[in-house]
């Protein structure tokens, strides 16, 4: 396994302590609700392990996030209060700054990319009522973050930060002093999704302090690990561009603050290979006292989000089956406690038809060709007779040319009644008179087509 070259890193001093964290759980305990930590049969067979979900899903704003909105805002001054808070969110931080808000009576603009998820907009718009402003702009968070930061330049309003602000760290932090009193004992593991950092920085220092020898597991999307090339480069970079399917771990830039803990803390590289339920041959072993950073196929986060909802009835959102996904890839002592973080459960149902596909390019039985038929009678009559197997299924059929409808290249989906059976449909194509070309996921033609 690959290693941050950073070794000099580990020697900040961090910026987040657990008085930090102490100072927290009394300041925001009469909010939050201490959510369930649920011991999953499935998982735990799975895996060997005793595995305990974390479920931040089932919070009061259905994510985490809320922890470290309401303690920063609650050390704000009678001045801060009255000039009111501005803040930038993929979503779900969105909503605990909207909740608090509400709560505490301070007005507040949230900014969120335009392409957030409707369920979440207008769960701030609940949550935050006559309080809060809504502002969508850009395509990502990074570019709401700016536009937020505009706003406070030119008002004066508080900047209520999604992670890099120690205040928001500190109290993402208080979901390790739940998970130590629920289980009454030092977990051996905890896996944690990570975004822009601060959930993971709260986490890791109270873990360090209160059961050090847990092995601690920070896990990205492969789209947007930020806190991955951070350790590799030693220090935060700019990634040039993101996926935004996870989109609350999406960030180009992960914070500076929680670099800076989880660097000073030791932590490590695992992998630079994305990990993947269709792909075990990626296995982080772990030790007691690790601390170590993972990247997570997108497709896979899919397939566990779909495994989650019909096993366990658990509705999460992308980022919120981060650390579920990675178990399969993870090598755990027989009966070791393991803690897997739910971080959150703002889905929107209108997202469930791209999650299937992309679980089922992940599990292999969906792929995509180009086929060029022969210019003539019967061609396609052919292709479904002799190429297709009995249990696969045309699932996408579209002519590339538009004013060609009977013969020519068509794109076509296909799906398989068995990953196993993607060879002999290749050698089948390969044996008719039809120009194929498989389309291979992350190619520029698979991408723009499909």
Excluded: W
Excluded at 116 to 125: A, E, N
Excluded at 202 to 216: D, E, F, K, Q, S
Excluded at 278 to 297: G, K, Q, Y
Aim: net charge negative; aromatic share 6%; charged share 20%.
């Amino acid at each position: 396994m690959s290693t941050s070259p950073d070794t000099a890193a580990q020697n900040i001093t961090s910026p987040l302590t657990v008085g930090d964290i102490d100072a927290a759980i009394e300041r925001i305990s009469h909010v939050i609700d201490a959510t369930p930590l649920q011991r999953s049969e499935r998982l735990s067979s799975l895996t060997g392990a005793n595995v305990y979900l974390k479920r931040e899903d089932l919070q009061v704003v259905r994510s985490y996030k809320l922890r470290g909105a309401y303690n920063l805002m609650a050390q704000l001054d009678a001045g801060e209060r009255a000039a009111g808070v501005v803040t930038a969110s993929a979503g779900n931080h969105a909503q605990g700054v909207a909740f608090a808000c509400r709560t505490m009576e301070i007005t507040g603009r949230i900014y969120v990319p335009s392409n957030t998820p409707k369920q979440k907009r207008d769960r701030i718009r609940a949550h935050g009522g006559e309080f809060v402003e809504l502002i969508l702009t850009g395509e990502t968070y990074d570019a709401a973050a700016a536009a937020a930061a505009a706003d406070v330049r030119r008002t004066g309003a508080t900047m209520v930060a999604p992670f890099d602000d120690a205040r928001t760290a500190a109290g993402q932090g208080t979901i390790a002093a739940e998970i130590l009193a629920q289980l009454g004992a030092a977990p051996d593991s905890v896996l944690v999704p990570v975004g822009g950092g601060g959930c993971i920085a709260g986490i890791a220092t109270y873990l360090r302090a209160h059961a050090p020898n847990a092995a601690i597991v920070g896990v990205e999307p492969t789209g947007a690990a930020s806190m991955t090339a951070a350790l590799v480069a030693g220090g935060p970079v700019t990634l040039t561009e993101i996926d935004p399917f996870v989109d609350g771990a999406s960030v180009k830039r992960v914070g500076d603050l929680p670099y800076a803990v989880v660097s000073a803390l030791g932590a490590e590289v695992a992998t630079h290979t994305s990990l993947g339920q269709s792909d075990r041959s990626t296995t982080i072993r772990l030790d007691p006292e690790s601390f170590v950073m993972a990247n997570l196929d997108e497709g896979a986060l899919c397939t566990t989000m779909l495994e989650l909802y019909q096993n366990e009835g658990i509705i999460a959102e992308p980022a919120g089956a981060l650390s579920v996904a990675a178990l399969g890839n993870i090598t755990f002592e027989p009966g070791s406690t393991v803690v897997c973080l739910i971080s959150g459960g703002n889905n929107d149902v209108s997202r469930y038809g791209e999650i299937l596909e992309r679980s089922l390019v992940n599990l292999g039985l969906k792929h995509y060709f180009l086929v060029d038929f022969p210019q003539e009678p019967g061609a396609l009559r052919r292709f479904l007779d002799e190429v297709l197997g009995p249990e696969d299924d045309i699932t996408l059929f579209e002519y590339v040319k538009r004013n060609n409808r009977e013969t020519g290249a068509a794109l076509v989906g296909i799906e398989l009644g068995k990953a196993e059976g993607l060879g002999d449909l290749l050698e089948r194509m390969e044996q008719s008179r039809m120009q194929v070309e498989r389309l291979e996921p992350g190619s520029p033609a698979y991408r723009y087509l499909t």
